[in-house]
């Protein structure tokens, strides 16, 4: 497999099913509901704003997919920030360029739409997807993001 062969395309409600299927294939379990209320932000709003792709194989299966949301402001006037907030690979596709294509033509998109920055958060535990997001150009903001468990 290719990264040429792989065809990226602004996400749809249809797709939901071929997204749900890689996230439990990833984690080895359901986040269903998670992606029910993604897809109903997404896809349940007039105001809803195309960002988040789906990268699919030669055949058309969906194979990755990148989510996103742009900042709206006041009166509906997009800001110049929108932020990444799930990405996925089929495993079966990992480490074959699928996710860098997805980060560039996810970045593309979003410069076209006046975006100029973008922002995720990653667990500080997980070296390999901070090794990910280094490597498409992502670093440390100058915000910390700060917790305290009660």
Avoid: C
């Avoid at 109903?40 to 299966?61: M, T």
């Avoid at 079966?92 to 860098?100: C, T």
């Amino acid at each position: 497999m290719d990264e040429r062969n792989i065809n990226v395309r602004l996400m749809e409600a249809e797709d939901f099913d071929a997204i749900v299927a890689i996230d439990e294939k990833i984690l080895g379990k359901s986040r269903r509901e998670y992606y029910e209320a993604k897809f109903e932000k997404l896809f349940g709003s007039k105001d809803y704003v195309p960002a988040s792709l789906v990268a699919e194989d030669d055949s058309g299966k969906v194979v990755g997919f990148v989510m996103g949301e742009l900042y709206i402001g006041e009166y509906g006037i997009f800001q110049e920030e929108a932020t990444l907030d799930t990405i996925g690979v089929d495993p079966e596709y990992q480490n074959k360029g699928v996710g860098r294509r997805l980060i560039d033509e996810f970045v593309d998109h979003l410069r076209e739409m006046g975006v100029k920055k973008i922002y995720t958060l990653v667990d500080w535990n997980d070296s390999e997807l901070i090794r990910f997001f280094s490597s498409n150009n992502f670093s440390p903001s100058k915000t910390i993001n700060l917790e305290r468990e009660i």
